[in-house]
Nanobody, 124 residues
Framework: QVQLVESGGGLVQAGGSLRLSCAAS????????MGWFRQAPGQERKFVAA??????RYADSVKGRFTISRDNAKNTVYLQMNSLKHEDTAVYYC???????????????????WGQGTQVTVSS
């Protein structure tokens, strides 16, 4: 069983930055693909970014503005968000896929473990 705990959300003005963190329990964290998804009110959960041991993927809407990274020694994955826009407002979820040695998923169905979410609000 893996538990994921996000932190770092908050309220920021458009053009500002935030860094989200996701701390994971478990001894095989390095084998997991880790992803960030977001969900705005009334919308489905959407892919933001994902990382495994050698591959990084981003949604087109965040390329060049967001950076995903991981520190396996700390069992933590990060999402640095720069040049934030009002449309980035959502609840951001961290997710873990134990099949990370063979894939970096972009669909929520590919992820088994989820955090509780952290709210990011960007004022325009």
């Amino acid at each position: 069983q893996v538990q994921l705990v996000e932190s770092g959300g908050g309220l920021v003005q458009a053009g500002g930055s935030l860094r989200l963190s996701c701390a994971a329990s478990g001894r095989t964290f390095s084998n997991y693909a880790m992803g960030w998804f977001r969900q705005a009110p009334g919308q489905e959960r959407k892919f933001v970014a994902a990382i495994n041991w050698g591959t990084i993927r981003y949604a087109d809407s965040v390329k060049g503005r967001f950076t995903i990274s991981r520190d396996n020694a700390k069992n933590t994955v990060y999402l640095q968000m720069n040049s934030l826009k009002h449309e980035d407002t959502a609840v951001y979820y961290c997710a873990g896929d134990p099949n990370g040695l063979t894939r970096v998923g972009t669909s929520p169905e590919e992820y088994e473990y989820w955090g509780q979410g952290t709210q990011v609000t960007v004022s325009s």
